[in-house]
């Protein structure tokens, strides 16, 4: 037996290391906004195409110049809205100067509304927690602190907590697995709910899994997607995060939530069964 395991070892860590990851990177959603230098001036055209706040942060390859901008930073556009700005720089420098932008959703300054949502699958389902908050697994960063797993299956239909928009969508990943590494290419669906400005994520979804596109507008209850095997997981299920925006690298932070079917979230633990 221990020659056994002594070939075992390698041969399961060589496995987790030909996980090839996907070659194209896909982002929720996409901005026409862009950062030009003409003549003597920083030309900031700004677009948001969502249906909820937008940050954008604006750098440069100056040092200086960032430091101007770092007045302006976070800039906000607000839901489906343009923005245009110009800022003077120093001609003699505008050649060398290279641009950036980013983005993040949500305005920090937004009041937030902690009321209650539904859980996150059909109507007469059961479900069981397969993680709950503060979770060794995957749920111990200030973005996925709050989040809950449940065990739906392959195919299964993941529903809308709350009405709102829909401000992001990834639906073309198809690898799924157990490597860290895996993290950042799972498809999903991200939801703004105006009336609170909570954000709802909803994770793992299967390849084209998603029923909905940026723009639309969908209703507590409504079917919204399909469970699948995407991202850093061994196992379906959905991963369900309720967040606001925050100052911080991610955008975004998870926050507790209760449940309308009398469900704290704080309380459910793994193993636990809930049922809608």
């Not at 007045?71 to 100067?97: E, F, R």
């Not at 908050?133 to 907590?161: M, P, Q, V």
């Not at 709350?162 to 999903?188: H, P, S, T």
């Amino acid at each position: 037996m221990k020659t056994f395991y002594r070939f075992l070892i390698p041969l399961l860590i060589a496995g987790c290391q030909s996980i090839e990851l996907p070659k194209e990177k896909y982002f929720q959603f996409y901005s026409k906004s862009d950062v030009i230098i003409k003549n003597d001036s920083l030309i900031c055209a700004l677009n948001n195409p969502l249906d909820c706040p937008l940050r954008i942060y604006i750098s440069t390859s100056d040092s200086v110049l960032n430091k101007s901008l770092s007045y302006l930073n976070p800039i906000i556009v607000h839901s489906g809205k343009d923005t245009l700005l110009k800022i003077k720089i120093y001609k003699s420098h505008s050649d060398s100067i290279k641009t950036y932008w980013r983005t993040s959703l949500g305005d920090p300054a937004r009041k937030i509304v902690y009321n209650k949502v539904s859980l996150p699958f059909c109507k007469g389902k059961s479900y069981r927690i397969v993680q709950g908050y503060n979770g060794k697994h995957s749920h111990y960063t200030d973005y996925s602190r709050n989040a809950i797993d449940f065990n739906l299956e392959n195919n299964d239909t993941i529903c809308a907590a709350d009405d709102g928009f829909v401000v992001g969508v990834i639906k073309d990943y198809k690898i799924g697995g157990n490597d860290k590494r895996l993290e950042e290419f799972a498809n999903f669906i991200t939801l703004y709910h105006p009336h609170s400005g909570l954000y709802t994520q909803y994770a793992h979804l299967k390849y084209n899994g998603s029923l909905v596109k940026i723009g639309d507008m969908v209703k507590q209850g409504q079917a919204i997607g399909l469970v699948g095997l995407t991202g850093w997981t061994t196992k379906e299920h959905l991963h369900f995060n309720v967040l606001i925006p925050i100052a911080n690298n991610d955008g975004l932070q998870s926050v507790p939530i209760a449940f309308i079917e009398h469900y704290n979230g704080i309380d459910l633990k793994k193993n636990d069964l809930v049922k809608k």
